[in-house]
């Protein structure tokens, strides 16, 4: 019985604390509810007194809950009332806030500015500047597409832009691809073919380039001298004396007159030649149609006429001869002190006797053209720093720059031998080896003809001669 009771007693106590727990967390419960029924009422109430008039401006706001009447303070008739004056704004001020926006978004849509015509040539100088580029042909191919997607006619020039672009970021494969769909569309011109043929040229592709100038020849009837002068440089650079040849042949059948630009090609044609394997006569025949002795100068481009390339002037003195001798022509530069130490020990009657040298010696003289170039780029430089240049009368300006030149002097000589060889002529350039040498020979008996730059009894190509004697050229023909 004790034991019963006392268990009876506990599971009394239990129930007791069970029902003060469960108490309060039922009040909290009904607490929680009223509260949130109150919150809600008053929210309900502050949206029924904020809600704009719908009626004419001319009218009260009727109350929906005349309960609410004493709780809410509603605006005084006069809020709802507008004045009519003007209509149109008045109508605005009264919309809702959601009304205002919407008007606001649509109002500007009436007063579109309508759509710019396309522009062509806009787009071809974007082209052509992200061709200029390495890394742009993604923009250069975009701004092709949009222009044959506006409708637009593609022209040649649209074409190159993306030949060059090609080329600039180092996809001659792509380059040759874009080329053809140029052709099958018609639209390859002179100017596509000049720029991947100077695309091949440095990587040693020459039988390609060598098909595309004789495309060139078939589909491009009558072509610029500006085309011919691009690749004339291009032959130059890389020495190729017979394809030059054969460009020039082509320039005489079509007709095409030269420049003085071509006159500069051509004179670089023929000294950066080594290892000739044309006939001096048929050299010649080709070659003597051009005047090297004019001194004009293109003052827009600022190219210089080359005087007489030594190489040409020995070939027309062996012509005239039919000899079997050696006819040998040396022009030597450098400085005008060097120039006169080696006057100096060609005097000696040892080196007199072994050259041939009767007539005697000449002085040394200026390089002419070496002063033209330089007076140009000091004058281009005056006119970056100054538009007034030296604010001094034009003539005396001019006659003050006449006086600034190169300090590149030369001396030549001229002997006969019954050999290409000139030994001493090595043992002179290591005697001087600040003096550039250029030994040319033409042998008429042979047929044959030949040419050399050497320093320092070392040969040299003719970029580490111009190097060497610190030569300055033009822009154009760098």
């Given at each position: 019985m004790t034991m019963t009771s006392s268990s009876f007693m506990s599971f009394e106590f239990d129930i007791q604390a069970?029902?003060?727990?469960?108490?309060?967390?039922?009040?909290?419960?009904?607490?929680?509810?009223?509260?949130?029924?109150?919150?809600?009422?008053?929210?309900?109430?502050?949206?029924?007194?904020?809600?704009?008039?719908?009626?004419?401006?001319?009218?009260?706001?009727?109350?929906?809950?005349?309960?609410?009447?004493l709780d809410i303070q509603t605006?005084?008739?006069?809020?709802?009332?507008?004045?009519?004056?003007?209509i149109q704004i008045n109508a605005v001020q009264h919309q809702p806030k959601a009304e205002q926006g919407r008007v606001a978004q649509t109002h500007p849509k009436r007063h579109?500015?309508?759509?710019?015509?396309?522009n062509v040539q806009a787009?071809?100088?974007?082209?052509?500047?992200?061709?200029?580029?390495?890394?742009?042909?993604?923009?250069?191919?975009?701004?092709?597409?949009?222009?044959?997607?506006?409708?637009?006619?593609?022209?040649?020039?649209?074409?190159n832009s993306c030949l060059q672009a090609w080329i600039n970021c180092g996809n001659i494969w792509a380059a040759e691809n874009c080329l053809d769909q140029a052709k099958e569309a018609g639209l390859a011109d002179a100017t596509s073919f000049v720029i991947l043929v100077k695309a091949l040229v440095p990587i040693g592709d020459l039988e390609k380039a060598r098909t595309l100038v004789e495309e060139m020849k078939e589909k491009?009837?009558?072509?610029?001298?500006?085309?011919?002068?691009?690749?004339?440089?291009?032959?130059?650079?890389?020495?190729?004396?017979?394809?030059?040849?054969?460009?020039?042949?082509?320039?005489?059948?079509?007709?095409?007159?030269?420049?003085?630009?071509?006159?500069?090609?051509?004179?670089?044609?023929?000294?950066?030649?080594?290892?000739?394997?044309?006939?001096?006569?048929?050299?010649?025949?080709?070659?003597?149609?051009?005047?090297?002795?004019?001194?004009a100068i293109d003052e827009i481009s600022q190219r210089y006429p080359f005087e007489l390339p030594r190489l040409l002037a020995v070939i027309s003195t062996a012509t005239a001869i039919q000899s079997k001798i050696c006819f040998h022509d040396v022009e030597?530069?450098?400085?005008?002190?060097?120039?006169?130490?080696?006057?100096?020990?060609?005097?000696?009657?040892?080196?007199?006797?072994?050259?041939?040298?009767?007539?005697?010696?000449?002085?040394?003289?200026?390089?002419?053209?070496?002063?033209?170039?330089?007076?140009?780029?000091?004058a281009a430089a005056l006119r970056c720093v100054s538009k007034q240049g030296l604010r001094l009368p034009w003539n005396l300006e001019e006659a003050m720059l006449q006086y600034l030149g190169s300090n590149i002097h030369f001396l030549r000589l001229k002997f006969e031998s019954n050999s290409i060889r000139a030994t001493v002529l090595d043992g002179l350039s290591c005697l001087y080896p600040r003096l550039g040498f250029r030994h040319c020979w033409v042998k008429p008996s042979f047929g044959s003809c030949g040419q050399r730059t050497f320093s320092n009894g070392e040969e040299i190509d003719e970029s580490s001669f111009n190097r060497h004697i610190n030569a300055a050229y033009s822009k154009e023909m760098n």
């Amino acid at each position: 019985m004790t034991m019963t009771s006392s268990s009876f007693m506990s599971f009394e106590f239990d129930i007791q604390a069970l029902i003060r727990r469960s108490g309060a967390d039922m009040a909290m419960f009904f607490f929680a509810m009223l509260a949130y029924w109150v919150l809600q009422r008053v929210k309900t109430r502050s949206a029924l007194g904020k809600t704009p008039c719908k009626e004419s401006p001319d009218q009260e706001c009727p109350s929906d809950h005349p309960d609410d009447i004493l709780d809410i303070q509603t605006p005084p008739p006069q809020a709802c009332k507008v004045d009519i004056k003007p209509i149109q704004i008045n109508a605005v001020q009264h919309q809702p806030k959601a009304e205002q926006g919407r008007v606001a978004q649509t109002h500007p849509k009436r007063h579109v500015a309508e759509k710019e015509p396309f522009n062509v040539q806009a787009h071809l100088s974007s082209m052509r500047n992200y061709a200029a580029s390495r890394n742009s042909i993604k923009e250069t191919l975009q701004e092709f597409r949009s222009i044959e997607q506006s409708g637009e006619s593609v022209t040649s020039a649209m074409w190159n832009s993306c030949l060059q672009a090609w080329i600039n970021c180092g996809n001659i494969w792509a380059a040759e691809n874009c080329l053809d769909q140029a052709k099958e569309a018609g639209l390859a011109d002179a100017t596509s073919f000049v720029i991947l043929v100077k695309a091949l040229v440095p990587i040693g592709d020459l039988e390609k380039a060598r098909t595309l100038v004789e495309e060139m020849k078939e589909k491009v009837p009558s072509p610029t001298v500006a085309t011919f002068d691009d690749l004339l440089l291009c032959f130059a650079r890389a020495g190729l004396l017979s394809d030059g040849i054969c460009l020039l042949k082509h320039m005489h059948e079509v007709g095409a007159q030269p420049a003085q630009s071509t006159l500069c090609a051509i004179a670089k044609l023929l000294n950066g030649a080594r290892f000739i394997q044309e006939k001096c006569t048929d050299m010649w025949q080709v070659l003597s149609k051009y005047d090297f002795d004019t001194k004009a100068i293109d003052e827009i481009s600022q190219r210089y006429p080359f005087e007489l390339p030594r190489l040409l002037a020995v070939i027309s003195t062996a012509t005239a001869i039919q000899s079997k001798i050696c006819f040998h022509d040396v022009e030597i530069k450098g400085s005008m002190a060097g120039i006169k130490a080696l006057r100096e020990t060609l005097a000696q009657p040892d080196f007199s006797k072994e050259l041939c040298i009767s007539d005697g010696l000449a002085n040394g003289q200026h390089d002419a053209h070496q002063d033209n170039v330089k007076n140009a780029q000091v004058a281009a430089a005056l006119r970056c720093v100054s538009k007034q240049g030296l604010r001094l009368p034009w003539n005396l300006e001019e006659a003050m720059l006449q006086y600034l030149g190169s300090n590149i002097h030369f001396l030549r000589l001229k002997f006969e031998s019954n050999s290409i060889r000139a030994t001493v002529l090595d043992g002179l350039s290591c005697l001087y080896p600040r003096l550039g040498f250029r030994h040319c020979w033409v042998k008429p008996s042979f047929g044959s003809c030949g040419q050399r730059t050497f320093s320092n009894g070392e040969e040299i190509d003719e970029s580490s001669f111009n190097r060497h004697i610190n030569a300055a050229y033009s822009k154009e023909m760098n």
